[in-house]
């Protein structure tokens, strides 16, 4: 079955970094389009940045030029470098695909900003 594992998450002053990282099983990874979402408090769900299989790349607005998505094919993970991390990056985030039209969600990992 599709599993999705994140980690990598923590507490950071504002200005730092964290890097994020989905361990993927039990799918063609490398077949299928991966996405960071992110939920914080009290607000739904966010699509953060998205990568297809084919590499191509979009993110939100607040995260462009400060977040990178990646994913490696051959370890089957996909990955989230945040830089540049603000107060309004505090959130769970999560790792998520679809596959034939059912969500895969993984259990997120938490990246609190804070001073």
């Known amino acids: 079955q599709v599993q999705l594992v994140e980690s990598g998450g923590g507490l950071v002053q504002p200005g730092g970094s964290l890097r994020l990282s989905c361990a993927a099983s039990g799918f063609a990874f490398p077949q299928y389009a991966m996405m960071w979402y992110r939920q914080a408090p009290g607000k739904g769900s966010e699509l953060v940045a998205r990568?297809?299989?084919?590499?191509?790349?979009n993110y939100v607005d607040s995260v462009k030029g400060r977040f990178t998505i990646s994913r490696d094919n051959n370890q089957y993970t996909l990955s989230l470098q945040m830089n540049s991390l603000k107060h309004e990056d505090t959130a769970v985030y999560y790792c998520?695909?679809?596959?034939?039209?059912?969500?895969?969600w993984g259990q997120g990992t938490q990246v609190t900003v804070s001073s």
């Open positions: 998520v695909t679809v596959r034939s039209g059912q969500n895969y």
């Open positions: 990568i297809t299989a084919g590499g191509m790349i």
